[in-house]
C-alpha cells in the first residue's frame, strides 16, 4: 500500500528565511510524489511534481523539492519565505501502478512578519 | 483557461436528508475524481472516472454515496441518507489522461450534516 508522512503538523518560520515542510512516503516501486497548496477556502493548488529525472524539482512561486530515493523522502523548500506562503501544504504519492492520489495529513506553515 | 467548476459551495442539510453536488472538469481532462476532505485530514479518494467509466469506487461507500459522470463531462456526486460523519468539503479534480500528468482541484463544496 502506498501512503505518505507529513510529520509537522505546523512549521513558523519568519519572513524572509528558508522553509522547509517534510514529507517522507512508502510505496512499491518507484513513486509519482507531488506536492499541493490550500488556502482558506480554497481548493489545491499544484505546486510541483516528481516523476523521473533530475531529483531537484522546481515549481510554482519559487517553490522546490528534493526526491531522496534513499531516505523516501520529498521535502518542500523555498530559500526566501513571504507572508503570503501561509497555508495548509499537502505532500501525496501515487505509485506507478496505481491511479489516484494518497494524501498526507497536511502542514500548516505560518510565515511571521 | 477555465478551472475545475463544482455548486454548490455550502450545503447545511439534517441528516437523513439526501444531497447532490455538480462538478464541471477542465476542457479536455477525460479523468474525475471525488474526493472528501475531513477537516483536519488530508483529501481522500472517493471514486475516478475515465471518461463516463468507473475505475476506483474501492472507497465509495455505497449504501448512501452515488455518483455518475454522463457523458463523461460532468459530474454529480450523491449522498442519500446524508449522516453526521458525513460533513466535510467534497473536492472534485481532473486531469488530462497523459501518464504522470497533475491533477487540478474545484474549490470544493463544504456540506455540513446537522
Known amino acids: 500500500a502506498q501512503s505518505v508522512a507529513q510529520p509537522e503538523d505546523q512549521v513558523n518560520v519568519a519572513e524572509g528565511n528558508p522553509l522547509t515542510v517534510k514529507c517522507t512516503y512508502s510505496?512499491?516501486?518507484?513513486?509519482?510524489l507531488f506536492w499541493y497548496v490550500q488556502y482558506p477556502n480554497r481548493g489545491l493548488q499544484f505546486l510541483l511534481k516528481y516523476i523521473t529525472g533530475d531529483n531537484l524539482v522546481k515549481g510554482s512561486y519559487g517553490f522546490e523539492a528534493e526526491f531522496n530515493k534513499s531516505q523516501t523522502s520529498f521535502h518542500l523548500k523555498k530559500p526566501s519565505a513571504l507572508v503570503s506562503d501561509s497555508a495548509l501544504y499537502f505532500c501525496a504519492v501515487r505509485d506507478i501502478a496505481g491511479y489516484a492520489l494518497n494524501f498526507g495529513k497536511g502542514t500548516s506553515l505560518l510565515v511571521t512578519p | 483557461e477555465a478551472g475545475v467548476a463544482q455548486s454548490p459551495r455550502y450545503k447545511i442539510i439534517e441528516k437523513r436528508q439526501s444531497v447532490a453536488f455538480w462538478c464541471n472538469p477542465i476542457s479536455g481532462h477525460a479523468t474525475l475524481y471525488w474526493y472528501q476532505q475531513i477537516l483536519g485530514q488530508g483529501p481522500k479518494l472517493l471514486i475516478q472516472f475515465q471518461n463516463n467509466g468507473v475505475v476506483d469506487d474501492s472507497q465509495l461507500p455505497k449504501d448512501r454515496f452515488s455518483a455518475e459522470r454522463l457523458k463523461g463531462v460532468d459530474s454529480t456526486l450523491k449522498i442519500q441518507p446524508a449522516k453526521l460523519e458525513d460533513s466535510a468539503v467534497y473536492l472534485c479534480a481532473s486531469r488530462v489522461r497523459t501518464e504522470g500528468a497533475e491533477q487540478y482541484f474545484g474549490p470544493g463544496t463544504r456540506l455540513t450534516v446537522t
Open positions: 510505496v512499491s516501486g518507484n513513486p509519482y
